[in-house]
């Protein structure tokens, strides 16, 4: 059981925006904005695509954002692509004996 | 170009212990906390633990207290997780990870090893 609870899956046509949850309590996201969201193919190690709740490395698409309200963070795809498929993960800092934890992960379908 | 190598794949019995290491090319090994955080076949991505190559200060997932140990060396720019007493439950591939801010935890993780697969089965 993930200290962290996304949607096992969520799927969208291409050009179509997809919202992916990660609910947490007010013992990580809701007192730390040290959220991340990781994109992950299998075999392949995972890639940042959100930091700090709402920051974008550079290089990543502006397609992909991130927010947080409360103790759940979102990360949202908008003109979703063929590319875009594969597993969302998201990982808060939940203090300083837990330190930090992924959630389940959502696997996302382009229909 | 900044690189994490990983050691390459292991198969241990129950019961017995690994060890995998992480070497960093192309910055100040010293400047970045390591983390390492592992996947099961078919499961979701689960944080282990960090150190901070500065001074060898480590904390750990409760999951794993008393059975992992981060260490690193820092003449050769490499960090190890030794895992102890393996169940099947522990196959799983195996990353290092760096974060990335300067001596800060931040849990910003741009830089990743190439993954290790370490298999326990008799």
């Known amino acids: 059981q993930s200290a962290l609870t996304q949607p096992a899956s969520v799927s969208g046509s291409p050009g179509q925006s997809i919202t992916i949850s990660c609910t947490g309590s007010s013992g990580n996201i809701g007192s730390y904005n040290v959220v991340s969201w990781y994109q992950n193919h299998p075999g392949k190690a995972p890639k940042l695509i959100i930091y700090e709740a709402t920051e974008r490395p550079s290089g990543v698409s502006d397609r992909f954002s991130g927010s947080r309200s409360g103790s759940t963070a979102s990360l949202t795809i908008t003109g979703l692509q063929d590319e875009d498929e594969g597993d969302y993960y998201c990982c808060a800092y939940g203090g300083s004996d837990v330190n930090w934890v992924f959630g389940g992960g959502t696997k996302v379908t382009v229909l | 170009q900044l690189q994490l190598v990983q050691s390459g794949a292991e198969v241990k019995r129950p019961g017995a212990s690994v060890r995998v290491s992480c070497e960093a090319f192309t910055y100040t090994f010293t400047g970045y906390y390591l983390h390492w955080v592992r996947q099961a076949p078919g499961q979701g991505l689960e944080w282990m633990g960090w150190i901070n190559p500065k001074n060898g200060d480590t904390k750990y997932a409760q999951k794993f207290r008393g059975r992992l140990t981060v260490t690193r060396d820092t003449s050769l720019n490499k960090a190890y997780m030794d895992l102890r007493s393996l169940s099947f439950d522990d196959t799983a591939v195996y990353f290092c990870?760096?974060?990335?801010?300067?001596?800060?935890?931040?849990?910003?993780?741009?830089?990743w090893g190439q993954g290790t697969r370490v298999t326990v089965s008799s």
């Open positions: 990870v760096r974060d990335s801010r300067w001596q800060q935890l931040v849990g910003l993780w741009e830089f």
